[in-house]
T-cell receptor, first 115, second 115 residues
Framework: AQKVTQAQTEISVVEKEDVTLDCVYE???????LFWYKQPPSGELVFLIR??????QNEISGRYSWNFQKSTSSFNFTITASQVVDSAVYFC????????????FGTGTRLQVTL | EAQVTQNPRYLITVTGKKLTVTCSQN?????MSWYRQDPGLGLRQIYY???????DKGDVPEGYKVSRKEKRNFPLILESPSPNQTSLYFC??????????????FGQGTRLTVV
């Protein structure tokens, strides 16, 4: 069985602070994909990143960066110099490779960025 | 514009009154899914479809039906809604199953309240 744990239910930061959202996963599969999605207050789900289990390279995209560590089964997401527009619920998700068509989501972390 | 469209966005109904939430995608995607989002539980898959006339249960299929008569449409049917089906529903589509690492595109969500 697969499981994704986002232990941080809610985080509040002041604008320009850096913040890391944790994601820990469990799977028996040796190959899998991990995703991050953003859900802004308007409610839609926005794809942020995908990472496959063979690729442990960290990734940076502007103020966003992702740290994938297979040894600790973690795929953490850092926002540098946070902005009010980053306020949203962030979901980490996992799927095993193959014909699977199911994302197993974590419970989400609500990030509140204030001025 | 590539998109997944759900209707209605908001719905309040009474227990036992059959309803259908429509989902349509214009990207010629093969895979479509329905998820429900509940506080503290993240998103959970209800049903998915690998192609026309091919559907299968997800993690929480009880009380729901789906059909896939056309590639672009994947309606969610609640034959006899109950209050425990009050939730935020998302339709998603992807070119292939997410097990290939394909990004899933989500609709805007349908907030359903059953009284």
């Amino acid at each position: 069985a697969q499981k994704v744990t986002q232990a941080q239910t809610e985080i509040s930061v002041v604008e320009k602070e850096d913040v890391t959202l944790d994601c820990v996963y469990e799977t028996r599969d040796t190959t899998y994909y991990l995703f991050w999605y953003k859900q802004p207050p308007s409610g839609e789900l926005v794809f942020l990143i995908r990472r496959n289990s063979f690729d442990e390279q960290n990734e940076i995209s502007g103020r966003y960066s992702w740290n994938f560590q297979k040894s600790t089964s973690s795929f953490n997401f850092t926002i540098t110099a946070s902005q009010v527009v980053d306020s949203a619920v962030y979901f980490c998700a996992l799927t095993h490779t193959g014909t699977a068509s199911k994302l197993t989501f974590g419970t989400g972390t609500r990030l509140q960025v204030t001025l | 514009e590539a998109q997944v469209t759900q209707n209605p966005r908001y719905l309040i109904t009474v227990t036992g009154k059959k309803l259908t939430v429509t989902c349509s995608q214009n990207m010629n995607h093969e895979y479509m899914s329905w998820y429900r989002q509940d506080p503290g539980l993240g998103l959970r898959q209800i049903y998915y479809s690998m192609n026309v006339e091919v559907t299968d249960k997800g993690d929480v299929p009880e009380g729901y039906k789906v059909s896939r008569k056309e590639k672009r449409n994947f309606p969610l049917i609640l034959e006899s809604p109950s209050p425990n089906q009050t939730s935020l529903y998302f339709c998603a589509s992807s070119i292939l199953g997410t097990g290939t690492g394909t990004e899933a595109f989500f609709g805007q969500g349908t907030r359903l309240t059953v009284v």
